[in-house]
């Protein structure tokens, strides 16, 4: 199944829902009033667009995640990649570090990512 696209302010919702759920709508009311300054419908509008899109269920009130933060993050990500670089992750790569540098523990993390992948595991 592919992962269904979710635009940035649908993302800061899915964040507060991940990090709360299962959650009852009505505390999504109110946590998104809290953290994002939406009115009541408008997060009733959020819940049932996301909801038609398969992002999310609403069952008895009850909402929770059927698309993972991760599932979210590698989809937006194989977007960019292939939308701005042709696909190539090495060109992205280039194109990230130009401007900012990596810290020696993240310049880590890459590595045993890439090791990981060449000896077929996932991290």
Known sequence: MQTPKIFESEYRFCEILWENEP???SELVRLCREKLDWKKSTTYTVIRRLSE?????????IVTALVSK??????????????????????????????????????????????????????
């Open 23 to 25: 959650v009852t709508s």
């Open 53 to 61: 899109r398969g992002v999310l269920k609403n069952e008895n009130s």
């Open 70 to 123: 991760a599932d979210v993050q590698s989809a937006e990500s194989e977007e960019i990649v292939n939308r701005t670089f042709s696909g190539s992750l090495p060109s992205f790569i280039a194109a990230f570090t130009r401007k900012q540098s990596l810290t020696d523990e993240e310049i880590n993390e890459i590595q045993q990512l890439i090791n990981a992948h060449k000896t077929g595991g996932k991290q």
